[in-house]
Nanobody, 122 residues
Framework: QVQLAESGGGLVQAGDSLRLSCAASGRTFSNYAMGWFRQAPGKERERVAGISRGGWTTYYADSVKGRFTISRDNAKNTVYLQMNNLKLEDTAVYYC???????????????WGQGTQVTVSS
């Protein structure tokens, strides 16, 4: 089992940037595909981005393409989500997820973090 801990959320203004981090522990990090998901109040959970075990393949939701970048550092057991040009609709709780078998574009992962709040104000 892998444990995940997100950090980096906060309150920002529209147009600002923010970088989320997710630190993994417990198992060999490089064996897991990693993903970022988000859930806004009253809405269903949404896939945001995913990255393969080696970092060579990535996936992005259409809503964040060109603004968000997912990356991973297997030496540091950490996955990142760089978010640029944030919009009001990006406001949500962001969750990090891991799975040893899924692809970056999979809609569901096995292991989840507790989430970090991102709030974008006008």
């Amino acid at each position: 089992q892998v444990q995940l801990a997100e950090s980096g959320g906060g309150l920002v203004q529209a147009g600002d940037s923010l970088r989320l981090s997710c630190a993994a522990s417990g198992r060999t990090f490089s064996n897991y595909a990693m993903g970022w998901f988000r859930q806004a109040p009253g809405k269903e959970r949404e896939r945001v981005a995913g990255i393969s075990r080696g970092g060579w393949t990535t996936y992005y939701a259409d809503s964040v393409k060109g603004r968000f970048t997912i990356s991973r550092d297997n030496a540091k057991n950490t996955v990142y989500l760089q978010m640029n040009n944030l919009k009001l609709e990006d406001t949500a709780v962001y969750y990090c997820a891991a799975d040893p078998y899924k692809m970056p574009w999979s809609p569901d992962y096995e292991y989840w973090g507790q989430g970090t709040q991102v709030t974008v104000s006008s």
